[in-house]
């Protein structure tokens, strides 16, 4: 698992909001795509033709959909919820393990919580700041 800092992950927001902003885009646009049904008695060719071109984009918007998903892991984050674009990042606090924690539209990480408390556990990075990064420079 690797560790952030609070600036490691601020270096990262631009290329967040980019992948995160179009996960929420496409995550819109697979929805309202599977909501489309189409009878099955309805077997005409022209039936058909309108099913297989609507699986067909639902799979192509899948398939960035992941890209985006892959893109936001291998930059270290974890996709948390897509809809509230949350996204955390592993650190340590005092030999423990912390979630650092960005929401889609912050103009920087604001918040942390331990790995039990979630969401609702937020407190501010400012209390921590430059406590983290000097602990996760002696660890490495």
């Known amino acids: 698992i690797p560790y ?13 909001q980019k992948h995160v902003g179009r996960m929420m885009e496409l995550q819109d646009e ?24 609507i699986n067909k984009r639902f799979h192509e918007l899948s398939f960035k ?3 985006e998903l892959d893109a936001v892991i ?3 984050g974890r996709v948390k919820d897509v809809t509230q674009g949350l996204v955390d ?6 030999g423990k393990d912390i979630l650092l924690c960005w929401q889609y539209d912050d103009p920087a990480l604001l918040y942390y919580h331990d ?6 556990g937020r407190k501010p990075v400012s209390m921590i ?3 983290l990064s000097e602990q996760l420079q002696r660890l490495r």
């Open 30 to 53: 697979l929805t309202a795509l599977s909501g489309v049904k189409v009878s099955a008695e309805q077997t005409d060719w022209e039936t058909e033709i309108i099913s297989v071109n």
């Open 65 to 67: 959909y992941f890209s």
């Open 129 to 131: 700041k430059e406590k």
């Open 89 to 94: 990042f592993h650190s340590k606090l005092d």
């Open 74 to 76: 291998r930059i270290g």
């Open 115 to 120: 790995l039990e408390s979630g969401f609702a």
């Open 4 to 16: 952030f800092t609070v600036e490691e992950v601020e270096r990262h927001i631009p290329k967040l």
